[in-house]
């Protein structure tokens, strides 16, 4: 019998890996071939999916990009054994777009069996949480405080020093929340993981249970992700089957149990006060802090949020020691960071790499320069609060610190691509526009403010009166930057400045009219 | 897609399954969506009732979600992805011709009954778009000429 894998993430099955593997499974049936197809996550390399990877005596060999019409020649060429075939990749892991990435928090997806286990235990899972058991609270604290990871989901906010606030509190109940909604354009880490190695994100959380003393977990999941929401209760189901789930984790005593919400549609919840309104089946309106969520979370508990990769990160940081996570990156920066190039790029995917790449390397060696063959012109990075850069700004090294330097932010490490078709006052009206429509209402600046950006951008992409337009756009900008309650009001003049900023020439495309009656 | 008619008899057991749940309004509004499609405004004071809270504050979060109809949709529903990385390959174009071949504007149905048109902000398909969910299918590179032909496979 040969073992083949076909992924199962959504990205892949929206490129037709549902169709190649009902095909697989039809040809093999009709020529007698005995084959046990696992669905697994990607690997990331999306201009290859989908892919298929044959179990063999020299390690996996994979072929891809496979349509269904091309099931037939592969399994007639001898794909099963391994042979050659113009689609054949061979070992994945010497794709030189793999091999040259650090796979830390992403080392199992598109490997394992995601409802498995066993195979998650069998690929070194959980080696994380028994050494946390070890350690203990504080134990666990100050190992993760050492590793210097921050936070994931864009504020970058040390974890360990988050959950050692959580950890200090009193209280008969405290929660782990994850923050699975994973709004920003251009990012799909989350989802990936969630889908190709959902255990690791359990055994995350229940790591963080026990270094606090929280006893129930939640994670909340964007509607948009259909596939990760199976993919995360079946897997809880079958952790919960197993033992590493329930009154005593892994026979510790430790008791830990885990629930899934799912988003409907609002970006703002996101933000981690909003998401706890909506966690609590509220309007998803954002709170003033203080208090902290640390402090006055979940129903009023003392609740850890932190984002997927953050706390999938925490399984390696457990198994391998706080030094060697530490050991990578930049600056303040420590450890990897799962990019996720995006839009106009020839090979998109999930580059995880140590901080301090720069954008150029990613767009131009990763990503093969824009998909449309055309030349680049701008490139935002961190989601739709992210800032537009032009090619000058390509040599930034990716790291929070040298993001912050150039008006711009990291996020959550999406990097999307345009080509010279691009209109930047159309950009930045749209950063207007989402903020209108993303706004929880809660402040003027960000509810009226996005609004009258819009209705002034159009005025200026019109000729009416530019100048002085311009100058409302940025008086605008200014009042939302200081009197937002959160960074949804308070970060879209970022994505807006940095339009105007760099791309002048777009805002002056029309000729001046005299100003409207 | 199909769905059940409404029917306040079974929106009570749908409600009673989910009552007990943390948090549970949002878990009760998707599950009475996955069964009518959309959620009538006759079970927010069914909802109130059961989990003791203003018809208000339920009322309240109804509307503030995107996600929840008011109008039950067509027999298939297509999101297309307005966000910035399906907007780099062509995402606003494909939406005009979306909304051009379908006659109708964004949460719009077809007279006919056919196709919902919703938009979305992000599938997480971003390396690959423009992206869609066509009933709840994930769909890559849907440019027009790719919206025409699946367009074309929809079933009545
Ligand atoms: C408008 C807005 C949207 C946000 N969206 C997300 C999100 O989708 N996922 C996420 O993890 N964090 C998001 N955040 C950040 C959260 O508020 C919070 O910082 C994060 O969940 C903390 O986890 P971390 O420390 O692990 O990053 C958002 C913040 C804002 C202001
Ligand atoms: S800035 Fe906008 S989204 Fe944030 S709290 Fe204020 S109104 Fe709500
Ligand atoms: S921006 Fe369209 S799928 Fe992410």
């Known amino acids: 019998m040969t073992r083949i894998f076909i992924p199962k993430d959504a990205q892949a099955v929206a490129l037709g890996a549902d169709r190649v593997a009902r095909e697989v499974e039809r040809v093999a ?42 099931v037939e020649a592969l399994l007639e060429a001898g794909m099963l054994s391994g042979a050659a075939h113009p689609l054949r990749i061979g070992r994945p892991e010497e794709v030189s777009y793999l091999a040259r990435q650090t796979r830390l928090t992403f080392a199992r997806v598109g490997i394992v069996d995601p409802m498995s286990a066993q195979d998650y235990v069998a690929h070194g899972g959980y080696a994380g949480l028994t050494r946390a058991l070890e350690l203990g609270g504080t134990g666990i604290i100050d190992e993760v405080k050492a590793s210097g990871l921050r936070g994931r989901g864009g504020a970058g906010f040390p974890t360990g020093i988050k959950w050692s606030t959580v950890g200090l509190a009193e209280a008969d109940q405290k929660y782990v929340v994850c923050n699975a909604d994973e709004g920003d354009s251009g990012t799909f880490a989350d989802r990936m993981l969630m889908e190709g190695d959902p255990f690791c994100l359990i055994e995350g959380m229940t790591i963080a249970g026990v270094a606090v003393g929280a006893t129930k977990g939640f994670i909340y999941i964007r509607s948009e992700y259909p596939h990760a929401f199976r993919a995360m209760n079946d897997a809880i189901a079958a952790a919960t089957q197993a033992g590493y789930l329930g009154p005593s984790v892994m026979g510790s005593g430790h008791a830990f149990t885990l629930e899934t919400r799912l988003g409907a549609g609002a970006y703002i919840c996101g933000e981690e006060t909003s998401l706890l309104d909506s966690l609590e089946g509220k309007r998803g309106m954002v709170r003033a802090k203080p208090p902290l969520p640390a402090i006055k979370g979940l129903f009023g508990k003392p609740t850890i949020v932190n984002n997927v990769l953050s706390l999938a990160t925490v399984p390696w940081i457990m198994a391998n020691g706080a030094a060697a996570y530490a050991d990578f990156g930049m600056g303040r920066s420590r450890g990897t960071l799962p990019f996720q190039l995006a839009g106009n790029v020839r090979r998109g995917g999930l580059v995880e790499l140590a901080f301090g790449t720069t954008l150029r390397e990613m767009i131009e060696w990763y990503g093969g320069g824009t998909r449309s063959g055309r030349p680049l012109r701008a490139v935002q990075v961190g989601g739709p609060l992210g800032a537009y850069f032009p090619d000058e700004l390509l040599d930034t090294p990716l790291d929070y610190e040298a993001f912050a330097a150039k008006n711009g932010l990291l996020g959550h490490g999406g990097i999307v691509v345009f080509d010279d078709t691009v209109d930047l006052a159309a950009q930045a009206r749209f950063a207007f526009e989402f ?21 002034t951008i159009d005025r200026i992409v019109a000729g009416i009166e530019p100048a002085r337009n311009l100058e409302i756009v940025r008086d605008l900008c200014e009042v939302m930057t200081d009197g937002s309650l959160c960074a949804m009001g308070g970060l879209t003049p970022v994505p807006v400045l ?20 | 897609m199909t769905y059940e008619p409404w029917d306040a008899s079974i929106a009570d057991e749908v409600i009673a399954r989910h009552a007990r749940l943390d948090g549970a309004t949002m878990p009760i509004l998707h599950a009475l969506q996955e069964t009518f499609g959309y959620v009538d405004r006759a079970v927010v004071p069914m909802i109130a009732d059961v989990l003791n809270l203003s018809r208000a504050e339920i009322h309240g979060v109804v509307t503030f979600y995107h996600d929840f109809r008011s109008e039950p949709p067509g027999r298939h529903v ?28 964004w949460h719009g149905t077809t007279a006919d009954g056919r196709v919902t048109l919703e938009p979305v902000f992000c599938l997480g398909l971003c390396a690959c778009g423009p992206a869609a969910l066509v009933d709840d299918e994930p769909v890559s590179s849907f440019d027009p000429a790719a919206f025409d032909a699946r367009l074309a496979e929809l079933r009545a």
């Not at chain 1, 903020?435 to 950006?453: D, L, N, V």
């Open chain 1, 29 to 70: 049936a009709t020529t007698g071939q005995t084959i046990a197809i696992t669905r697994t996550g990607s690997r990331g390399l999306f201009w290859l999916e989908p892919t298929i990877e044959i179990e063999t005596a020299e390690g996996r060999i994979a072929y891809g990009p496979v349509k269904p019409g091309d």
């Open chain 1, 435 to 455: 903020c209108a429509t993303e706004s929880c209402g809660k402040c003027t600046p960000c509810r009226i403010g996005s609004t009258r950006g819009v209705e």
């Open chain 1, 498 to 517: 940095s339009a105007l900023a760099h791309f002048p020439e777009d805002f002056q495309r029309a000729p001046t009219l005299m100003a409207a009656e």
């Open chain 2, 78 to 105: 297509v999101k297309i992805c307005r966000a910035e990385a399906c907007q780099s390959v062509g995402a606003v174009a494909l939406a005009d011709h979306a909304k051009r071949v379908l006659g109708i504007d």
